[in-house]
Nanobody, 126 residues
Framework: QVQLVESGGGLVQAGGSLRLTCVSS????????MAWFRQAPGNEREFVAA????????FYADSVKGRFSVSRDNAENTMYLEMNSLKPEDTAAYYC???????????????????WGQGTQVTVSS
């Protein structure tokens, strides 16, 4: 069974930065779309960002555009989420997800992904 392991969460002040990492236990992530979702208590899981394999494309939720950046290192089976100018409303558990060639139009839906990590908590204080 594939494992996705997130790390890099923590407590940061508003305006600060964090870098999340997601490592896959797959032999390779070539061909897989990787994504970040987040979920705050009492809220539904929401899309944050995604990165495809080929052609390489990135997608972002409107709420994080210009502040967050997603990238991948296929040789290391790893995806990153660089988060800058963090706001208290970014506080949530952040989850890594993967899926082999999902439909692009469905990429922001949690149901489009079939492998998930356990999450890493990000808390932004005001």
């Amino acid at each position: 069974q594939v494992q996705l392991v997130e790390s890099g969460g923590g407590l940061v002040q508003a305006g600060g930065s964090l870098r999340l990492t997601c490592v896959s236990s797959r032999r390779t992530i070539v061909g897989y779309t990787m994504a970040w979702f987040r979920q705050a208590p009492g809220n539904e899981r929401e899309f944050v960002a995604a990165i495809t394999w080929s052609p390489l494309r990135t997608f972002y939720a409107d709420s994080v555009k210009g502040r967050f950046s997603v990238s991948r290192d296929n040789a290391e089976n790893t995806m990153y989420l660089e988060m800058n100018s963090l706001k208290p409303e970014d506080t949530a558990a952040y989850y890594c997800a993967s899926k082999f060639s999902p439909r692009p139009a469905m990429i922001s839906r949690p149901t489009s992904f079939d492998s998930w990590g356990q999450g890493t908590q990000v808390t932004v204080s005001s």
